[in-house]
């Protein structure tokens, strides 16, 4: 983990969301899932979580819930990157990407990686979606059993507490079997970035809590416990 400075040089309007173009040095670049706690000067108490979209020359492009006093030219205090990210497996030919939530802004990091080495990607969600690839094919959540059941790789943004939400879904789709895989971004609070072990974002495991702060934010779905009703 690392800490130094970065700039906003750019907001961005996309998906309906906001984006912020930084400038920051390489080494607090995170990977895909990972995050950066980033925070201003003014007395603002709560860092704010910036997760990789995309690259960008000097930096990056980070998706977040950005302060509407952020603007272009702000300089921000940046520590990380913190978390475990999404791990790609390299034989992965057919990805599906599902944003349960508002917008799939934390999943658009894996879509560069997964079209360089040959996979077909889909792209589940309701939201509006904008500046994808062409080779991009966008579906929405009403055929998740649908991709669930092609897709070789599944990667999911969802809160936490829609968890059981996404298991009761996918309970006729994806079934665990030799050549799958499928892991789970579950987007909580992490005012901490795992200093603290305040416990505000522990997520419930099979062998027992973890922290989406430092343990995750991404988890492997067959090790998540779900209270299906």
Not at 37 to 51: I, K, R
Not at 53 to 68: K, M, N
Not at 161 to 166: A, G, N, P, V
Request: proline share 9%.
């Amino acid at each position: 983990m690392n800490a130094g400075q970065g700039q906003i040089l750019e907001l961005l309007l996309e998906d309906g969301y906001r984006y912020a173009r930084l400038s920051c040095p390489p080494d607090l670049i995170p990977a895909s899932g990972q995050y950066l706690l980033a925070g201003d000067s003014s007395d603002s108490p709560l860092p704010v979580p910036l997760f990789y979209t995309d690259s960008a020359p000097g930096g990056f492009i980070a998706a977040a819930t950005l302060p509407e006093a952020w603007k272009p030219g702000i300089e921000l205090h940046l520590r990380g990157p913190l978390g475990r990210g999404f791990a790609l497996p390299l034989s992965a030919r057919s990805v599906g990407l599902v944003a349960l939530d508002d917008s799939p802004a934390r999943l658009r990091g894996l879509i560069r990686p997964a079209l360089k080495q040959g996979a077909a990607v889909v792209l589940v969600c309701e939201s509006a979606v904008d500046a994808l690839p062409d080779e991009v094919e966008v579906q929405p959540l009403s055929a998740l059993g649908e991709i669930a059941a092609w897709a070789d790789y599944l990667a999911f943004d969802v809160r936490r507490e829609k968890l059981d939400q996404l298991k009761g879904s996918l309970d006729h789709g994806f079934q665990p079997s030799a050549g799958k895989a499928a892991q789970v971004l579950v987007h909580a609070p992490v005012p901490c970035g795992g200093f603290a072990e305040c416990g505000i974002c522990a997520v419930t495991m099979k062998s027992g809590w973890k922290m989406a702060c430092k343990d995750g934010p991404v988890f492997d779905l067959r090790e998540l416990e779900f209270r299906v009703p």
